[in-house]
């Protein structure tokens, strides 16, 4: 299957309808997501049915034709403007500000400005002060398991979400690409971005929280293994959390006099880029690592946050006990709330603590996220249940928001 089959389905399964729906409600759009995810690719699909034009802000010709902003883009008031690679010219949002006011006047109200960029801080600072109450944001993930055909979801979890990794000739150029876009971004996007870091440091901070794929971060050993203060650790944390490269998972709240763990936990976000930091070249090496139970964790994760509605709330559950869930999902307005424990292999059993969990939150809905397909009930009230059928069902939620 060719990339654009792909991304096309992607589109007409979730986003393209989602960035649609913001731009006929917001004069200015950002869609934000890590490079090569395919940003470009729907913002063309959604650009082509319209008078639009659009510009690389990382082209030198592009960014000459912005020489003077205003008059070029007062030019093209009736037409949706592209803006890739935006967080390149940060001042560019403060004029942004100004011709989305003037249009607002004139009538031109909304769909004016698609955004694309990666999700810095400097971006969504900039954007969210000089853009508050005009602009939407829309996070683009890589590939999910319902864009892929079923028998490559098991292709999906070894090499990850980003199209050219996922569609690689082999597995082989498949880590050789996914090796080079951790280098590119260590060498050239992240000092592009502002942060002036040693990328061998930040590669070997990457690769740490691969090892420590799904665990509750520990910034003092991290610390010390870098030779760096604690402060430092939450500022690269917050650099790749920003990036969407890394997830922090935050410790689920309630009142009680349960002892709760409260330090979030970490992964790494793709797991294809998991398994290159850790030097996996393919399902084999993947399946006698000790990270793989971990590495399949996050995958779900992941895929089901993707596909959740909007505005639902992620964390997890654990008390010193030992009673533990590893993903609590509660809807927007806090109507319903799942519980769901994620097995990677063919057994789908919890243990106790899981029991012990549910008893504490008392969730609607209960899951084992298993690798196999059926769909059957382990005990009362808790279903196993494949990542496929699950991300389906919260798709459909999505859907009916």
């Not at 010219?89 to 955004?115: A, M, N, S, W, Y």
């Not at 769909?375 to 990542?387: C, D, F, K, L, M």
Request: charged share 25%.
């Amino acid at each position: 299957m060719v990339f654009s089959a792909i991304i096309a389905r992607m589109i007409k399964r979730r986003l393209q309808t989602t960035v649609l729906d913001r731009l006929a409600l917001f004069p200015a759009v950002a869609l934000l997501g890590p490079r090569q995810v395919g940003k470009t690719t729907l913002a063309e699909d959604i650009a082509s049915d319209r008078p639009s034009i659009y510009l690389d802000l990382e082209s030198p010709s592009d960014r000459a034709r912005l020489a003077d902003p205003v008059r070029y883009l007062e030019a093209h008031e009736g037409k949706l403007v592209v803006l890739d690679e935006v967080h390149r010219v940060p001042e560019l949002f403060q004029t942004l500000r100004g011709l989305i006011d003037q249009g607002r006047r004139r009538g031109h109200k909304v769909g004016r400005f698609l955004l694309l960029g990666s999700a810095s801080m400097d971006l969504l600072r900039q954007s969210g002060e000089s853009l508050a109450g005009r602009i939407a944001y829309v996070d683009l993930p890589p590939l999910g398991v319902l864009e892929v055909a079923a028998e490559d979801r098991e292709k999906l979890w070894v090499r990850g979400g980003f199209p050219d990794s996922f569609l690689a000739d082999g597995d082989e150029h498949s880590m050789m690409w996914r090796d080079y876009f951790i280098k590119t971004y260590l060498e050239r996007d992240i000092p592009d971005l502002g942060p002036r870091i040693p990328a061998e440091t930040l590669h070997r901070f990457w690769t740490m929280l691969a090892h420590s794929q799904g665990s509750v971060i520990n910034a003092a050993q991290l610390a010390c293994s870098l030779a760096v203060d604690g402060k430092t650790i939450a500022r690269y944390l917050d650099l790749m959390v920003d990036l969407l490269l890394v997830r922090r998972l935050r410790p689920y709240h309630t009142n009680t006099k349960k002892r709760l763990v409260k330090s979030p936990k970490v992964y790494v976000r793709d797991s294809g880029v998991t398994h290159a930091l850790l030097g996996i070249p393919g399902r084999e090496a993947l399946f006698g690592h000790p990270v793989a139970g971990m590495s399949w964790e996050g995958f779900v994760i992941d895929n089901l946050i993707a596909t959740a509605p909007e505005s639902t709330l992620a964390s997890f559950y654990r008390t010193s006990a030992g009673a533990e869930i590893d993903l609590v999902l509660e809807f927007p307005g806090l109507t319903e709330r799942w519980a769901i424990e994620i097995k990677s292999g063919l057994s789908a059993k919890p243990k106790r603590g899981f029991y012990n969990a549910v008893e504490d939150i008392t969730p609607e809905r209960s899951f084992v996220v298993y690798a196999g397909e059926e769909r059957y009930p382990v005990s009362e009230g808790v279903e196993a249940i494949s990542v496929s059928a699950i991300a389906q069902m919260l798709l459909e939620k999505r859907s009916a928001q």
